[in-house]
């Protein structure tokens, strides 16, 4: 086994690079080898930082949440190390400690971390964080993690481990009660709960509203301006899910900060922040405005058409069901589709699925394409002077951002 960090970083810059040269990303594989030649390198390296971990997990909106935690905390002054890639494994930590790393060490004072549920167990394990940020659980990937309560029964883990503060969303019952030495909650007010339909009332299940105190409220929605308890900002992030992320990333800082926390400057930093990777990203098609949005599970979707369609834009719909996005694509009929009027296009290896699902809710389909390739070209073509959206689940997303990425560039 290796014990120096210095030697790690060393190996592990090496793999990205003879990784690269083949042909691969060289994301990942960094951390992978890391794990395998020196299981507590993560602890040694972390474990130094002088205002510690934090840990932001659940189902969805970890992506965005943690990228926007982190710009506040850069905003506040913090020197602050995270995992940007997307990988949320302990590899992808692993593999950005790497790449972030100079002789040996991290130049930070903080570590936000975004981790998949099943493997922030792992993490913790080996890491207690200092903080953690449990977002929600939402039917997501069942196939493979069984029942949404496994995926509770991970959060919890979690929070066991967490030696100071747990950050809660007081609107998903299934944590609200989780138990740690010091709980912290973030909600909505009802002026905006109708914009968060769950999967409970897919089935005729009563949401009981928490009546718990909440450091950070979410009070109105009104186009991109957002009013929280603290004050109001405007949001490049488009929709009501992106503005509950926020105010999860808000209370979250506002406990790392205590008496530093600046309301004003934070709200005003928060207003700078532009779409996380693949989440919400706008892409200027020859002058035309293109949207690409996630969508992942039943209440994911069904809140970004509440919030994000416009009935005027053109709309292809692409669904995939590789591992990343779930093997299990039978939420597609738990998805309210009746606002769509008419989709351009629908593709991925799913389309057909996804397809029938719109015709059954009478939306009209102009065009079925499993080629993503094929199909985002055609639909780029269509009708070029209106604007447009694509619904995505994440490896389609990344297949199209790969092209548009290529092609167009990312609208600032």
């Excluded at 292809?316 to 779930?326: F, K, R, S, T």
Aim: proline letters at 4%; a positive charge; one cysteine or more.
């Amino acid at each position: 086994m290796v014990k120096s960090p210095l030697l790690v970083s060393f190996i592990g810059r090496a793999v990205s690079c003879i990784s690269r040269l083949k042909g691969g990303h060289g994301s990942a594989l960094p951390g992978l080898v890391a794990e395998r030649i020196a299981p507590n390198f993560l602890y040694d390296v972390l474990s130094k930082l002088p205002r510690g971990v934090v840990v932001i997990s659940g189902t969805n909106g970890k992506t965005t949440t943690t990228k926007m935690t982190v710009e506040l905390l850069r905003a506040a002054g913090l020197k602050v190390f995270t995992n940007p890639s997307g990988s949320n494994f302990t590899r992808g930590v692993a593999s950005s400690a790497i790449a972030e790393m100079r002789r040996g060490k991290l130049d930070a004072d903080i570590a936000v971390v975004e981790l998949d549920e099943a493997h922030a167990v792992h993490f913790v394990n080996k890491i207690a964080p200092k903080y953690a940020l449990l977002l929600n659980v939402l039917r997501d990937q069942l196939d493979r993690f069984g029942e949404i309560d496994t995926t509770a029964g991970f959060l919890r883990k979690i929070a066991e481990k967490t030696t100071d503060t747990v950050i809660l969303n007081r609107e998903d019952p299934r944590i609200t009660d989780i138990a740690a030495r010091k709980t912290v909650f973030f909600g909505y007010s009802p002026n905006v709960s109708t914009l968060f339909p769950n999967d409970d009332e897919l089935y005729g299940l009563k949401n009981v509203k928490s009546k718990r105190s909440a450091s950070v409220i979410l009070q109105e929605i009104a186009g991109d301006a957002i009013t929280f308890n603290i004050g109001t900002t405007k949001l490049k992030l488009r929709g009501a899910h992106n503005a509950f992320n926020a105010a999860g990333a808000l209370a979250l800082t506002k406990e790392i900060l205590g008496k530093e926390f600046d309301a004003k400057k934070m709200l005003k930093a928060l207003s700078e922040i532009q779409p996380a990777f693949g989440r919400g990203e706008s892409f200027d098609i020859n002058g035309v405005p293109l949207e690409l949005i996630l969508v992942k599970n039943p209440s994911g979707f069904r809140i970004v058409l509440g919030s994000q369609y416009k009935p005027k834009t053109l709309t292809m719909i692409a669904i995939n069901d590789q591992y990343a996005d779930g093997r299990d694509m039978s939420w597609l009929w738990d998805v309210d589709l009746a606002m769509l009027k008419r989709v351009e296009v629908v593709s991925g290896v799913r389309a057909y699925d996804m397809a029938l699902r719109l015709n059954h809710q009478n939306v009209e389909v102009n065009n079925v394409d499993t080629n993503l390739s094929e199909a985002l070209t055609h639909f780029l073509n269509e009708n070029p002077d209106q604007p447009k959206q694509i619904f995505a689940t994440y490896t389609a997303m990344l297949h199209m951002r790969k092209i548009l990425k290529k092609e167009y560039g990312r609208v600032k």
